[in-house]
């Protein structure tokens, strides 16, 4: 989906592949994908003007300065990078458990797109995540109408996830992995 892009591969395509890279000569190039965790804006204690346009959105249009706060639970321990979706004139900051994971301002961009603030060592269990978004009048692009905002990400992946190779012959160790994708190449 737009927010867990990885899955587990069935085993015999994984093995399939692994034989037509040997065919050719080659290896299999594959990153890791771990589940996200998803903490959309509107489920979240908001400013009562940071309301979503209409019914059965999960994005909100923040028109004034605030603070949304929410909790969440996460399965494992480890970096957690954290996303946040959508474009924004103004400044926003997100914090887990009060640590900032960093902020950004004035990101605008196409629809279905995330900025990743930066990234936070995180263990299992509940923590509180905090957005603050600070509109600012006086900053270049500011004026007009908010944008949609939406969701918060925190994934135990990163935008510089390494790409890492197997050797056909050592394809089954991919089964059962989750992946983000998986190509033979020469």
Not at 54 to 83: I, K, M, Q
Not at 128 to 145: D, K
Request: proline share 7%.
């Amino acid at each position: 989906d737009d927010v867990n892009s990885g899955a587990v591969p069935k085993c015999a395509e994984v093995l399939a592949l692994a034989r037509r890279a040997a065919d050719n000569g080659g290896r299999l190039a594959t990153v890791r994908s771990s589940p996200a965790a998803l903490i959309t804006l509107r489920s979240m204690r908001h400013p009562a003007g940071w309301e979503p346009p209409t019914e059965g959105v999960n994005y909100v249009l923040p028109d004034s300065s605030g603070t949304a706060v929410s909790v969440t639970n996460l399965d494992s321990s480890g970096r957690h990078g954290v996303w946040i979706g959508g474009s924004f004139r103004g400044k926003v900051e997100i914090a887990v458990d009060g640590r900032s994971a960093g902020s950004m301002r004035n990101r605008l961009s196409h629809g279905g797109s995330y900025a990743e603030l930066g990234s936070l060592t995180l263990g299992p269990g509940r923590h509180v995540v905090t957005l603050r978004y600070e509109r600012g009048f006086f900053h270049p692009g500011n004026a007009g109408s908010p944008f949609p905002l939406s969701p918060i990400i925190l994934s135990r992946e990163t935008a510089d996830r390494p790409v890492f190779y197997v050797a056909p012959d050592q394809a089954r160790t991919l089964c059962g992995q989750r992946l983000d994708w998986i190509e033979a190449v020469s």
